[in-house]
Nanobody, 128 residues
Framework: QVQLVESGGGLVQAGGSLRLSCAASGRAVSFRPMGWFRQAPGKEREFVAA????????SYEDSVKGRFTISRDNAKNTMFLQMNTLKAEDTAVYYCAAPKGYYSSSYYATHLQDYDYWGQGTQVTVSS
């Protein structure tokens, strides 16, 4: 079992930055890909970014490319999402996720159904 806890959300003005963290406990996530998703009010949960367990492969949803950066520190069982140049449309609850299995060092997953463990979410609100 893997437990995930997000932190770092908050209220920020448009154009500002936030850094989200996802701390994992229980079974290690060192050899699992991980991802960030978000869900805005009245909308479905959507993919934001994903990273392979090695950190060498990443993927981003088109609207966040060039603004968000996903990274991880396996020694600390922690994943990060640096969010810059935030926009009002980035307002959502942000979730981190990890799958049950172990994968190759370059594999990452971008679909909700690829993930089994989820955090409780952290609210990000961007005021325009």
């Amino acid at each position: 079992q893997v437990q995930l806890v997000e932190s770092g959300g908050g209220l920020v003005q448009a154009g500002g930055s936030l850094r989200l963290s996802c701390a994992a406990s229980g079974r290690a996530v060192s050899f699992r890909p991980m991802g960030w998703f978000r869900q805005a009010p009245g909308k479905e949960r959507e993919f934001v970014a994903a990273i392979s367990w090695s950190g060498g492969s990443t993927s981003y949803e088109d609207s966040v490319k060039g603004r968000f950066t996903i990274s991880r520190d396996n020694a600390k069982n922690t994943m990060f999402l640096q969010m810059n140049t935030l926009k009002a449309e980035d307002t959502a609850v942000y979730y981190c996720a990890a799958p049950k299995g172990y994968y190759s060092s370059s594999y990452y997953a971008t679909h909700l159904q690829d993930y089994d463990y989820w955090g409780q979410g952290t609210q990000v609100t961007v005021s325009s």
